[in-house]
């Protein structure tokens, strides 16, 4: 099957640091998705990109599908604590009936 | 409550029971999800529902059944529970379709002993 790419697997920042995630594939996708998971809970969704190209912004964070469908990317300005959590990236591959494909996931760690 | 809810949120069975996750979503959402996730894999999807009564494998069936007979409910049975189910399960739904953003409950860890 399509696999989707997150590497590393942990990043450790700077509080007020910028954080840039990138999910990246040998297939394309139709829809790239960013998630966010806190301990304990399920996933939430961040960001949801529906066309090659295109960049979506919701406060501090900024994400973009890649031009060549391959790809994406999301950043996280000025980080703060509760930033803290595990991101995924999530797509889904070409087919009207194709599920989401899920990466396995950035842990990220925000110094104080 | 509005939203998706799962329950029992802990759940700890012996090798060989029969144990069944419930997953209550309130918006009339068409399409439910079964997940688990397990580290080094991520979320694998284990069954999903277009409406009521249609329901569909996803990529680890096996050991599972579902069934749908309420569009806001969607419970996940494991059959004869065993050690490598041990793991947090993930309900979900989605309004658009399977293509679109999903939303997640808080998920249930399931233990088996």
């Known amino acids: 099957g399509q696999q989707l790419n997150q590497s590393p697997q942990s990043m450790f920042i700077q509080e007020g640091e910028d954080v840039s995630m990138n999910c990246t594939s040998s297939s394309i996708f139709n829809t790239w998705l960013w998630y966010k998971q806190d301990p304990g809970e399920g996933p939430v969704l961040l960001i949801a990109?529906?066309?090659?190209?295109e960049l979506t912004s919701n406060g501090r964070l900024t994400a973009q599908f890649g031009i060549t469908r391959k790809d994406s990317f999301l950043n996280i300005s000025a980080s703060i604590p509760s930033d803290v959590g595990i991101y995924f990236c999530a797509g889904q591959p070409p087919g009207a009936n194709s599920k989401l494909t899920f990466g396995k996931g950035i842990t990220l760690s925000v110094r104080p | 409550d509005a939203g998706i809810t799962q329950s029992p949120r802990y759940k700890i069975t012996e090798t060989g029971r029969q144990v069944t996750l419930m997953c209550h979503q309130t918006w009339s959402h068409s399409y439910m999800f079964w997940y688990r996730q397990d580290l080094g894999h991520g979320l694998r999807l284990i069954y999903y529902?277009?409406?009521?009564?249609?329901?569909d494998k996803g990529e680890v069936p096996d050991g599972y059944v579902v069934s749908r007979s309420k569009t806001e409910n969607f419970p996940l049975t494991l059959e004869s529970a065993t050690r490598s189910q041990t793991s947090v399960y993930f309900c979900?739904?989605?309004?658009f379709g399977v293509g679109y953003g999903y939303t997640f409950g808080s998920g249930t860890r399931l233990t088996v002993v």
């Open positions: 990109l529906y066309k090659a190209g």
């Open positions: 529902s277009a409406a009521a009564d249609i329901t």
């Open positions: 979900a739904s989605s309004e």
